[in-house]
């Protein structure tokens, strides 16, 4: 998708530039429409920032050494984010909900 496409999506589901850039960077939550639905469900950025620790740390996950060097995905050392696994469709809104005990 283009950037600017991108970011029409972000306006659109009423964003700013700026509380976007927060939801992207912050609670590497990459899509506008999960950032919408976790914002929906009361949740603030520092809230989707939250780490979900990884419940098999020595998994063999997607993200190969190879992914890693090419700068795929480089996820939180130690899990990922409310965020980024709500985003990603690994995580539902309640299940993020109730990782932060809501």
């Known amino acids: 998708m283009a950037g600017a496409a991108v970011a029409a999506e972000w306006l659109a589901a009423g964003f700013t530039a700026v509380q976007a850039a927060d939801w992207i960077a912050h609670a590497r939550c990459f899509t506008a429409l999960a950032a919408a639905e976790l914002r929906d469900a009361g949740l603030t950025p520092n809230d989707a920032a939250s780490v979900v620790p990884d419940a098999d740390p020595d998994a063999d996950l997607p993200d190969s050494e190879i992914d890693r060097e090419i700068g795929i995905y480089s996820p939180v050392p130690g899990g990922e984010t409310n965020g ?3 985003a ?15």
Do not use: F, K, M, Q
């Open 84 to 86: 980024y696994l709500v």
């Open 88 to 102: 990603n469709c690994d995580l539902t809104i309640d299940e993020a909900r109730s990782v932060l005990g809501r």
